[in-house]
Every structure is written in C-alpha cells, then in structure tokens.
Nanobody, 124 residues
Framework: QVQLVESGGGLVQAGGSLRLSCAAS????????MGWFRQAPGKEREFVAT????????YYADSVKGRFTISRDNAKNTVYLQMNSLKPEDTAVYYC?????????????????WGQGTQVTVSS
C-alpha cells in the first residue's frame, strides 16, 4: 500500500500563488507516476497535472497550462504542485495520486492510490 498526504492548501487572493506538497510512503517512490487532480463541490474530479518517474515528462490540463508546474523530489518521496496566477475557478479540493510502475496519465481511474485532499480557495 502507498500512503499519500497532501499539504499546502489554503486561502489566497486571485493572482496569487500557492505550493502544494504530497508526501508519499514506500521505498519505490521513484517508480510511481504521480498526478494531481481537483474536485469542486458537486463536480467530477478532474485532471490537473501528472509527472513521470524521473520527472522528465509532465502533462497539464489546458486550464492550468502556463500557470501550474508539477515537480518531484524522489529523495524526499514528495511531489509538488506550484500554482501561480490563481483564479477563483481553481478553487477545489486538490488530490495527489500515485500510479506504481505506470506512465503518467490524465485518467482518474488509472491511479491506484489517493491522498485525502487539501482545500485550495481562491478569492476574487
């Protein structure tokens, strides 16, 4: 089993920045493709970003391209989501997900493990 714990959420003003962290358990974190998803109340969980094992390949939802950056530090078993130029529509619970031995994907159902989520609220 892989345990994921997100942190770094909070309340920010539109145009501001926030950095989310996801700490993962496991001795083989470097072999996990990692992803970030978000879910607003009453809405489906949507893809935000994903990153490959070594961090060389990253993919983003169109809605966050140019504003968000996903990265990872395998030595710390941690994946990050740097969010800049935040908009009110970015408000959601953000979830970290892991896909052991898998390639990065935007597919919600392709990930095996999920964190508990961290709330991000962007005010106007």
């Amino acid at each position: 089993q892989v345990q994921l714990v997100e942190s770094g959420g909070g309340l920010v003003q539109a145009g501001g920045s926030l950095r989310l962290s996801c700490a993962a358990s496991g001795r083989t974190f470097s072999t996990y493709a990692m992803g970030w998803f978000r879910q607003a109340p009453g809405k489906e969980r949507e893809f935000v970003a994903t990153i490959s094992w070594i961090g060389g390949n990253t993919y983003y939802a169109d809605s966050v391209k140019g504003r968000f950056t996903i990265s990872r530090d395998n030595a710390k078993n941690t994946v990050y989501l740097q969010m800049n130029s935040l908009k009110p529509e970015d408000t959601a619970v953000y979830y970290c997900a892991a896909r052991p031995l898998g390639s990065p994907t935007a597919g919600r159902y392709e990930y095996d493990y999920w964190g508990q989520g961290t709330q991000v609220t962007v005010s106007s």
